[in-house]
């Protein structure tokens, strides 16, 4: 997310984060029992976004956010909620595709 790392605003790329740390972190803990013959570019990926390691990195990343909350106005929240909302659409969309097999483009 572009606008939000240019945004020079912490809660704004906190927000991305969250969302992509967040999802990777779900999605990786539910697959750590892979196939000992899994190809190691999944392997390594499952390893990196799983675990008490990971899982801490990702509650840091969410208490940031939550720390800085309570002090923005009303407007610095909207433009948060707006990037963690389109970070989560562009995962989602990361997914699917992979999901479906759709090649990806450079």
């Excluded at 976004?49 to 009303?74: C, I, M, T």
Aim: hydrophobic share 45%.
């Amino acid at each position: 997310m572009d606008s939000a790392r240019h945004s020079g605003r912490y809660e704004q790329m906190m927000a991305v984060l969250v969302a992509a740390e967040w999802t990777y972190l779900t999605w990786a803990e539910r697959y750590t029992g892979y196939a000992a013959d899994l190809p190691f570019w999944f392997a390594e990926w499952i390893d990196l976004h799983s675990g008490p390691g990971f899982s801490g990195v990702v509650e840091y990343l969410r208490g940031q956010l939550d720390k800085v909350w309570p002090d923005l106005n009303a407007d610095q929240q909207q433009q948060a909620t707006v990037c963690f909302e389109t970070a989560m659409r562009l995962e989602r969309a990361f997914f699917d595709a992979a999901y479906k097999g759709d090649a990806v483009r450079s």
